[in-house]
């Protein structure tokens, strides 16, 4: 098949979920034998680039929107190129993702990534969206949390197809002891990714031997660095890494946490933890319940400070559950291989392409 996958998300500009899922996708694809590129404002491999990706503050994260003065014309002459499936991730933005369903005459797939509670700008636009939402054939949602999010405004039939984890890369290392607490925290730097909840959790380990790694940028940065500095915690920030330069981190890790306060339809983060065997503490928001695995960590309450230093206490002391949780945690993972997820999506594309 030759597909076109459209995102907004893509390196170098965005890092995060919809530019590692389109990534890894279009490996795999290939990896099968099918033709396979990617629109989008990024410029990483495989990449036909249609704009420039600026960042907008939306959703308490960081959204991108393409821009050029030549957007119109080069997504119209891309997308009628003979394209078996066009594949499109992310929102119902107004660049990119409608601009291709405007201009296609091929079949079209939408992977919506995001959850939230409520939208303002799909509530207000929802009639308008409509002409573009007709040109949609398959429906594909990488949660039921980001199912529901749709639901509140379009009543689309939704097939669940998770996010993904390069197994291969993100390899398991065993630990022998757990002598003492040492934290990984991989994220953008907002309020959203709850990294001040994190922090203030580290007040309440002042007796316990630990040290924190953070890893991202983000608007919380500077916050992140003075509350780290007047309370005197231990941790070590370090700038976004992507890829497999984030592995020695997660093997140095002997737990994860992942903090968000909401607004999250999956957490990968959580499935590279499992991958690597490393138990993860993560918030009980909808998004993360619906892909952590008890057998593979712990939940604490949301945006709670002292419920999550009681989940790195307790799993710190726990030294058996820790094991347990550790070994179980690699195997839970491999349900979520690229390989798979990549398989499933294809037998999508040939079950939508049957129909039309």
């Known amino acids: 098949m030759r597909v076109l996958l459209v995102s907004e998300y893509f390196y170098p500009h965005a890092v995060g979920g919809v530019a590692e899922h389109v990534f890894h996708l279009r490996k795999e694809l290939i990896k099968s034998g099918h033709t396979v590129e990617i629109l989008t404002g990024g410029k990483g491999e495989g990449a036909i680039r249609a704009g420039r990706s600026l960042p907008f503050p939306l959703n308490y994260s960081i959204s991108r929107f393409s821009f050029s003065p030549f957007i119109l014309s080069t997504v119209k002459q891309v997308v009628r190129s003979k394209w078996d499936i066009i594949h499109i991730h992310g929102a119902l933005s ?18 919506f990534h995001a959850g939230f509670k409520k939208s303002i700008p799909l509530f207000m636009l929802k009639r308008p969206l409509q002409k573009y939402i007709k040109k949609i054939h398959g429906v594909i949602a990488v949660s039921e949390e980001a199912a529901i999010s749709m639901k509140r405004y379009f009543s689309f039939k939704y097939s669940i197809i998770p996010n993904g984890i390069d197994t291969k890369v993100f390899k398991y290392k065993h630990l022998s002891s757990l002598d003492d607490i040492r934290i990984l925290f991989i994220g953008r730097l907002e309020r959203k990714k709850g990294v001040h909840v994190l922090l203030k959790a580290l007040n309440r380990l002042k007796s316990y031997p630990y040290k924190v790694k953070i890893i991202g940028n983000g608007p919380m940065e500077k916050w992140a660095k ?18 497999d330069r984030r592995i020695p981190h997660f093997h140095w890790a002997n737990m994860i946490v992942i903090p968000s306060i909401g607004g999250e339809s999956f957490g990968i983060v959580i499935l590279e933890a499992m991958s690597s065997g490393r138990p993860a503490i993560v918030s009980n928001i909808p998004g993360f ?10 939940l604490f309450e949301a945006k709670n400070a002292d419920s999550l230093a009681q989940s790195i206490i307790t799993l710190f002391e726990n030294k058996k559950k820790w094991k347990e949780m550790s070994s179980k945690a690699r195997e839970i993972s491999l349900k979520y291989s690229w390989n798979k997820v990549a398989q499933r999506v294809v037998e999508f594309y040939r079950e939508v392409l049957c129909q039309h």
């Open 226 to 243: 003075w509350y780290t500095e007047k309370y005197k915690l231990n941790v070590e920030f370090i700038s976004t890494l992507t890829g």
């Open 94 to 111: 107004p660049t990119l993702p409608l601009l291709a369903l405007k201009y296609s005459n091929s079949v079209n797939i939408f992977t």
């Open 289 to 298: 319940v619906e892909v952590m695995d008890k057998r593979a960590g712990l």
